[in-house]
């Protein structure tokens, strides 16, 4: 690591100053990630184990795949509320495909791979039905993905009629159990939703777009970017995050259930970003901060967990974690 | 500046209009819906979250939004049926006290380490749940029925459920607060523009930290109906309240940017959804149609829709007018 020479862009300060604050809000989440690893190798037994590695991964998989899509709506200065619910609803669309509860199918490889892209879709449209009210109407985000936060998980009940769907296909479940490489293929998925988002962030001009707006949506509108499409597409993209981190929950359980199927993600995925050190007022994110920052409140609760601290005192530790680390942004904003 | 006045009372006659249509409604389409039992046991039931929603509207009217009240609910029902066998007193006492303490910590991170509302009450949101399953062991506390406490929640005054007094007590208060006094006025302004409230010299920050320990002590009070209605502390209770009662705040008429609210027209949010459910009861219970109780939540966010879409088109109108 070579943290301490990469400090270029002092904020106001003497070059070559060393500014705490601005390093801890730079760094702060690796910091963090490092010191857990290191207490937990000194400390936790059997720790340093593929096991542990698998675990850990496969817990925070969808929490970061829901967080990806998050981080941008984020960028634009936005949040959706709507992620958990929309979980919900895939999660119960898709056995009802593969189960051949809506059109028979015969062939099980085709079943699966629509139960796979139809319910990640509809997923998708409800997020863009976000984007739509929130570009079209200007209503404020949070209250705009309160609407399906609520309706959601409602249609996702009322279509399973609140019952439990059990299944066991295989093929299906290759999503939450196969291990391609012998990297557990959620895993997979979850490296190329952060890799496709890292690169739509950076490297093309969507990426420039989001940021733009979440900096000031004003100045966009005026520079001619198409601030009403680009809100669109963050909260599709948000959308179809969601129902795929909900098709990876039910093939982990082998069962979806409308009830329980990303319940609180929002308040995870949201969390996440924010230790991440994305700015929740938009204008600055970070894909990889995110994953660090979810790695970290998932390591957090392992750590606590694994040396017998209840889980009830983890969400206080979390809790604690989040405003340290958006208080030390906000340090650095303030300067 | 008038006409942005007249667009707020038109969305808070809306919802009082709504309200009465759909009490006349149901009661043209089912007998016994305005019967004494049918009106108490909704009042009963809904006050938890009206006491939740009035909070909310004092903290969104700031400009702020509070979404730590479901899980510090349940905290202040932990609280109260602890503190249950030393009577009913003692255990508003504690309910509302742990409530206050939350609202006071949510105000410091708020108004002295400048975190976002959002952000602030979020952690304390789950730092509340924590701590409430911690008390309870992750199991329900049974409440005393000895000490008069579950009067609070399942006793009547005068032949009025108690929970509804309390709540038609701090919604008049409330009300008092927010039309006749400084720092109701100060709500308003801080909500509508912090900065030109500072340049008044309006104690901005004090006004907002008031909001965030009225909403905590509010939601510890709905803890302790909550506790006294149902016989136990829920640590569980309280999961998206929250969000429920933004909604009751939006759909009555208070701009979710601060500046522009009504404490009258928050309760009659509140009934609005609370009752939907009712009526969804007693469509049921005709037994023309059978829909399930899954589909309250999906009537719920459409009613919430058309409120939001149609209160966006009103501030669009009224802001193309100006």
């Known amino acids: ?335 | 500046m008038r006409k942005i006045d007249f667009g707020g009372l038109l969305s808070t006659y809306g919802v009082v209009i709504a309200l009465l249509a759909l009490i006349a409604f149901g009661w043209l389409r089912y007998e016994n819906f305005l019967g004494m039992f049918n009106i108490m046991s909704v009042l009963r039931y809904n006050s938890m979250f009206a006491l939740v929603a009035l909070g909310m509207c004092f903290v969104i009217m700031t400009g702020g939004i509070d979404l730590s009240v479901g899980t510090v609910a349940a905290l202040g029902s932990v609280a109260a049926a602890y503190s249950s066998p030393y009577g009913p007193i003692a255990g508003l006492a504690a309910g509302v006290g742990v409530g206050t303490v939350v609202g006071l910590i949510n105000a410091v991170m708020i108004t002295r380490m400048h975190i976002m509302p959002f952000i602030a009450t979020l952690a304390s949101m789950l730092a509340a749940s924590g701590t409430a399953l911690l008390l309870a062991n992750n199991r329900s506390v049974p409440v005393s029925y000895q000490s008069g406490f579950t009067d609070l929640g399942q006793g009547n005054f005068v032949g009025l459920p108690i929970p509804a007094i309390i709540a038609a007590i701090a919604y008049i208060l409330g009300w008092v607060v927010l039309n006749y006094t400084a720092t109701g006025r100060g709500v308003l302004a801080v909500g509508g523009s912090e900065e030109s409230a500072k340049l008044m010299g309006l104690p901005a920050d004090r006004i907002k930290a008031l909001a965030y320990i009225a909403s905590g002590g509010l939601a510890g009070l709905a803890g302790v109906i909550l506790a006294a209605q149902f016989g136990a502390g829920q640590p569980i209770e309280g999961v998206g309240w929250e969000l429920f009662a933004i909604a009751s705040v939006v759909v009555g008429g208070t701009l979710l940017t601060g500046g522009v609210g009504s404490v009258g027209s928050t309760l009659a949010g509140v009934l609005l959804l609370g009752i939907l459910f009712t009526v969804l009861n007693f469509e049921n219970g005709l037994g023309w149609i059978s829909l399930s109780a899954y589909w309250q939540s999906v009537i719920r966010g459409a009613f919430l829709l058309a409120v939001v879409i149609l209160q966006a088109r009103l501030v669009a109108g009224e802001t193309s007018r100006t």
């Open chain 1, 1 to 335: 690591m070579k943290e301490l020479a990469v400090n270029p862009v002092p904020k106001g300060e003497i070059r070559g100053h060393f500014d705490l604050f601005d390093f801890l809000a730079r760094y702060g989440t690796v910091i963090a990630l490092v010191l857990l690893l290191c207490f937990n190798l000194a400390f936790t037994r059997n720790f340093a184990t593929l096991q542990t590695l698998n675990v850990n991964l496969t817990q925070v998989c969808t929490i970061v795949i829901v967080a990806v899509g998050m981080t941008l709506v984020i960028g634009t200065g936005g949040i959706d509320l709507s992620v958990g619910s929309l979980m919900a609803i895939s999660g119960a669309l898709a056995p009802m495909i593969f189960m051949s509860k809506i059109v028979p199918i015969d062939n099980i490889a085709l079943a699966v791979t629509i139960a796979i892209v139809v319910p990640v879709l509809v997923a998708g449209m409800f997020g863009l039905f976000n984007g739509w009210l929130i570009a079209r109407f200007r209503v404020q985000p949070i209250v705009a993905t309160l609407v399906l936060f609520i309706a959601g998980r409602g249609i996702a009940q009322v279509i399973t009629n609140g019952n439990l769907q059990v299944f066991k296909v295989p093929e299906f479940q290759w999503i939450g159990f196969g291990r391609p490489f012998g990297i557990p293929a959620q895993v997979l998925i979850m490296a190329v939703v952060v890799l496709l988002a890292w690169w739509a962030l950076r490297r093309t001009v969507f990426g420039r777009d989001v940021l733009a707006i979440g900096g000031n949506e004003k100045a966009s509108t005026l520079a001619g970017i198409a601030v009403g499409r680009v809100k669109l597409a963050v909260y599709a993209i948000s959308g179809l995050c969601a129902g795929l981190a909900g098709l990876v929950v039910i093939a982990i359980n082998s069962a979806s259930d409308a009830n329980l199927v990303g319940l609180g993600m929002e308040l995870d995925a949201i969390a996440a970003v924010a230790v991440g050190g994305t700015l929740l007022s938009g204008g600055k994110a970070t894909i990889i901060g995110t994953l660090l920052g979810a790695l970290t409140i998932q390591l957090v609760r392992y750590t606590l967990l694994a040396n017998g601290v209840p889980d009830a005192a983890a969400l206080v530790v979390k809790a604690a974690i989040i405003v340290g680390a958006v208080w030390l942004q906000q340090q650095n904003r303030v300067r």
